[in-house]
């Protein structure tokens, strides 16, 4: 082993699956001989043929591939493997240094290539050098997710430290994000945009950190000046949430979550399209499980009478589709949707 294999990191070789493809049976003995005791996981194929039929069984991180070969040619296999999977990178071993042969090399996408006669070493660095780049990059793509859910769990944390300041509204979150996802799920949407409503609906209420206590907790009916300060809160998590940039609209979906189609709802009196779907979802979720909970003032309405609320404005402050959506989930549930009947 030269200097050049000594410093590449061999702990991420040995992880590597590596399928070689040779059809003189020497040479690729040899070789296999060679590799092995670098990439244990090392398998042989001796045509293109039976090289592309254990790709399909199996997606190797790399393919090695010798180019002239029976029954199928390397750079026949490697066309059909970069159908398969586009992003694996396949080196090929050739003794040839045609222009046409490079043409046809590059027009499959083939990412390196060795010439013979082979130095082992080089062929090693060129598994090293083709597969790291993927391996940072997925690395990078695990450190990118964990930081994102911790941040998500960081928010829901803080969303249901805010719902603690009023124990009438402690689930009240997790059961909204609960229905929300339910009926963007009902809706088909995407599975991006649902993991975005799930998320807003979480912490829709985020901005109630900026109202007074005594208001939230109060025990009767809101006046007039307590309801105008409840219904800062959609704006306040607006701007709390403001500069964080998610790869979702969560500030759009939390500032207009109490926003109704006929443009009676605050703090903008959005109308219609106006306002995202996500926050016409999140809003029918809301208005629904406020309802079926207890309040200070008065005892949680029944689901059946919850659920003729909003029916009754479908189309005036609630998305017909939405709340078509809604009225299916729940009848599904057969109106226990929160496992809440005895
Ligand atoms: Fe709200
Ligand atoms: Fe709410």
Avoid at 11 to 32: K, M, N
Avoid at 200 to 213: M, P, Q, R, T
Avoid at 251 to 280: C, F, N, T, W
């Amino acid at each position: 082993m030269n200097d050049t294999a000594t410093e590449l990191d061999l702990g991420f070789l040995a992880t590597l699956s590596v399928l070689y493809v040779e059809d003189e049976d020497e040479v690729r003995e040899a070789l296999a001989r060679y590799l092995r005791r670098r990439c244990p996981k090392l398998e042989l194929a001796r045509n293109g043929k039976e090289g592309l039929e254990m790709f399909r069984a199996k997606h190797y991180d790399v393919v090695v591939t010798d180019v002239k070969m029976p029954i199928m040619d390397g750079l026949e296999m490697a066309r059909n493997i970069k159908s398969i999977k586009e992003e694996v990178p396949v080196i090929i071993v050739t003794a040839y240094n045609e222009v046409d042969y490079f043409l046809r090399a590059i027009e499959v996408g083939v990412n390196r290539y060795v010439k013979k006669p082979l130095d082992p070493d080089e062929l090693l660095l060129a598994i090293y050098k083709s597969t790291i780049i993927h391996f940072h990059q997925r690395e990078l793509e695990h450190k990118r997710q964990s930081s994102y859910d911790s941040v998500n769990d960081a928010l829901i944390a803080l969303g249901h430290a805010i719902m603690k300041r009023n124990p009438y509204t402690e689930t009240h979150e997790a059961r909204v994000a609960k229905l929300a996802v339910a009926i963007a799920e009902d809706l088909c949407l995407p599975l991006d945009q649902i993991e975005g409503i799930r998320l807003a609906a979480e912490i829709h209420d985020i901005g109630n950190l900026d109202v007074l206590e005594d208001v939230l907790r109060s025990p009767h009916k809101l006046t007039a000046q307590e309801f105008e300060e409840v219904s800062r809160h959609p704006q306040s998590g607006f701007e709390i949430l403001g500069d964080i940039a998610f790869p979702w609209p969560i500030a759009q979906i939390i500032v207009q979550h109490h926003e109704r189609m006929d443009g009676s709802g605050y703090p903008k009196g959005l109308k219609g399209d106006e306002i995202l779907l996500e926050a016409r979802i999140v809003g029918v979720a809301d208005a629904l499980e406020a309802m079926t909970s207890a309040r200070p003032h008065r005892p949680a309405y029944g689901v059946e009478t919850a659920l003729a609320e909003i029916k009754a404005k479908r189309g005036t402050l609630f998305d017909p589709a939405v709340v078509d959506s809604c009225v299916r989930v729940l009848e599904q549930a057969n109106l226990d949707f929160w496992g809440v009947k005895p």
